[in-house]
Antibody, heavy 126, light 106 residues
Framework: QVQLQESGPGLVKPSQTLSLTCTVS??????????WSWIRQPAGKGLEWIGD???????SYNPSLKSRVTISVDTSKNQFSLKVNSVTAADTAVYHC??????????????????WGQGTLVTVSS | SYELTQPPSVSVSPGQTANITCSGD??????VCWYQQKPGQAPVLVMY???ERPSGIPERFSGSNSENTATLTVRGTQAMDEADYYC?????????FGGGTKLTVL
């Protein structure tokens, strides 16, 4: 059974960098079958995709966040990480990491999150 | 940018059928999946590729996708099905979520 666990500071000051790590257990992050993703959810609101990364290190980002976000992977530690620069109060949210199934089926892209971490609350405040 | 629209809330009596819709332009040309999220918990995948049910998801959950609307159907709704439900699709290299629907079992 694959498990994902987020870790990192729960409080970040405005204008600083938010850094989180997701540790994967029960499966290899180097698997060619999966991508790995970050999703966030402000309190009482919906889900927002931040981006994803493949074992090769190739990353994709939400265009609305692309200028401030970096996702990286460390296969030796079975971890992937998120950095969000220049944070504001609008970045306050529960941040989830998740495993992604991403493939072409019948010529159409299939993309879904099959395993999620419990999430970690990050508050941006001075 | 592509948008998925869900009704904010759906109410159903125990044992009845709940239909949760997700609308988007030419949605039938995309694969839709659905997540269930209970308070304080991570989302759980309940449907993928429009109508495929992951292992462990009860048979009372089913899905469809036609024209501009995808539908998650819960037959014989139980109290444990009360949760927020989100649809999700992939469009031009971006993941899109619907705004979520709160399913209330009255």
């Amino acid at each position: 059974q694959v498990q994902l666990q987020e870790s990192g500071p729960g409080l970040v000051k405005p204008s600083q960098t938010l850094s989180l790590t997701c540790t994967v257990s029960g499966g290899s992050i180097s698997s060619s079958t999966y991508y790995w993703s970050w999703i966030r959810q402000p309190a009482g609101k919906g889900l927002e995709w931040i981006g994803d990364i493949y074992t090769s290190g190739t990353a994709s980002y939400n265009p609305s966040l692309k200028s401030r976000v970096t996702i990286s992977v460390d296969t030796s530690k079975n971890q992937f990480s998120l950095k969000v620069n220049s944070v504001t109060a609008a970045d306050t949210a529960v941040y989830h990491c998740a495993r992604v199934r991403r493939q072409l089926v019948g010529g159409h892209p299939l993309y879904y999150f099959d395993y999620w971490g419990q999430g970690t609350l990050v508050t941006v405040s001075s | 940018s592509y948008e998925l629209t869900q009704p904010p809330s759906v109410s159903v009596s125990p044992g009845q059928t709940a239909n949760i819709t997700c609308s988007g332009d030419k949605l039938k040309n995309k694969y839709v999946c659905w997540y269930q999220q209970k308070p304080g918990q991570a989302p759980v995948l309940v449907m993928y590729q429009d109508s495929e049910r992951p292992s462990g998801i009860p048979e009372r959950f089913s899905g469809s996708n036609s024209e501009n609307t995808a539908t998650l159907t819960v037959r014989g709704t139980q109290a444990m099905d009360e949760a927020d439900y989100y649809c999700q699709a992939w469009d031009t290299s971006t993941v899109v979520f619907g705004g979520g629907t709160k399913l209330t079992v009255l």
